[in-house]
C-alpha cells in the first residue's frame, strides 16, 4: 500500500468555496489520503457545507475558540497521520494527479524535504489571471539556493497548496511561527528548505484563488504592504546567518520587497480587484 497522505484544510468562513476544494482532494488520483479539517469558528454556513459531504476518509474539528490563522494551522498539522502532506487554505483547488505527482517524487527522491508545483491564479469567477512559477530548475535543487535566491527575486515557494512535505521534517520544526501574520507560511517554506532538497516540478498542478478580501488580496493590493515589509525583515534575518546574508544582502532584499509589493499591487487593482 502506497504511504498514508494528510491533506489539511484549515477553514474559517469558507462556506462559498470550501466544498470545491473538498471536491479537489477527494477526487484526487492518489486515493491514500485523510483530509483533515479545522474549522476556527466560523460564522457563516462553512461547518454545514462540510458535514453535507459523506467520504469516510474526511475528519473534521471544530475548534472550541478562535485560534487565528497560525493557531489553526498549526491545529490542522497536530491532528496529521500521514508520512506527508499537504496544507491547502479553504478557497483553492488542486489538479487532479498533483499528489499523485508530488508524493512520487518524495518517494524517489529521499533527500526531497518537500515537493512543489506551479501555480495557476485564478478570481472568484473561475476565471484566470496569471502564472505563478516555482524557482527556474527542475526535479532536485539544494532548498537553501532556492531559500537565499527567493529573497531577492520572489517567494519561489508560494502559497500552501503548491507544497507537500514530509512529516519527519515537520517534526524537526516549531511548526507555523505565530509572529507572523501574513508570511508565516513562507516562513515555514523557508524552514524546511534548510534542511535538504526541494523537488520542483514545472507543471500547474494546483490553483490559487486571488480575492480582494484575503490575507493575500491586502497585501498584493498594497493595503498592509507597510505591516508586510515588517515581516519580510523580520525573515531575513531569522535566517541571515544560515542563508549567509550580509547587511547588504538584507538591504537589498528588502527594497526589492518593496517594488514587488508596490508592482503587485498595481497589476491586481488593474486585472483582478473589482
Not at 35 to 55: A, N, Y
Not at 74 to 99: P, Q, T, V, W, Y
Not at 222 to 243: A, M, P, Q, S
Request: aromatic share 10%.
Amino acid at each position: 500500500m502506497r504511504p498514508l497522505v494528510s491533506v489539511c484544510i484549515p477553514a474559517y468562513n469558507n462556506a462559498a468555496y470550501i466544498k470545491e476544494t473538498i471536491d479537489s482532494v477527494l477526487n484526487q488520483t492518489y486515493s491514500n489520503l485523510e483530509l483533515i479539517i479545522c474549522d476556527d469558528k466560523s460564522k457563516d454556513d462553512t461547518v454545514q457545507v462540510i458535514e453535507s459531504i459523506h467520504d469516510d476518509r474526511m475528519k473534521l474539528y471544530k475548534n472550541e475558540k478562535n485560534l487565528g490563522m497560525s493557531g489553526n494551522w498549526n491545529h490542522c498539522l497536530s491532528k496529521c497521520r500521514g508520512e506527508f502532506i499537504k496544507l491547502i487554505c479553504a478557497d483553492d483547488i488542486l489538479a487532479k494527479n498533483c499528489l499523485e505527482k508530488e508524493v512520487e517524487a518524495l518517494i524517489s527522491h529521499p533527500t526531497a524535504v518537500l515537493a512543489e508545483s506551479d501555480t495557476r491564479l485564478f478570481d472568484l469567477n473561475g476565471k484566470q489571471k496569471g502564472f505563478y512559477k516555482r524557482y527556474k530548475t527542475s526535479g532536485l535543487t539544494d532548498g537553501k539556493t532556492i531559500a537565499r535566491a527567493g529573497f531577492f527575486v520572489k517567494n519561489y515557494f508560494g502559497a500552501p497548496l503548491a507544497n507537500t512535505f514530509r512529516r519527519s521534517a515537520l517534526e524537526k520544526t516549531s511548526g507555523f511561527d505565530t509572529w507572523y501574520t501574513y508570511i508565516l507560511d513562507y516562513d515555514f517554506w523557508v524552514q524546511l528548505a534548510c534542511m535538504g532538497d526541494v523537488y520542483i516540478i514545472h507543471e500547474p498542478l494546483n490553483y490559487f484563488r486571488v480575492r480582494n478580501d484575503s490575507n493575500t488580496g491586502n497585501v498584493m493590493a498594497g493595503d498592509k504592504t507597510e505591516e508586510y515589509v515588517k515581516e519580510h525583515i523580520h525573515l531575513v534575518h531569522k535566517f541571515k546567518e544560515e542563508l549567509h546574508l550580509s547587511e547588504a544582502d538584507i538591504k537589498k532584499s528588502i527594497r526589492i520587497r518593496k517594488l514587488r509589493n508596490f508592482a503587485a499591487g498595481i497589476y491586481l487593482k488593474l486585472f483582478v480587484r473589482k
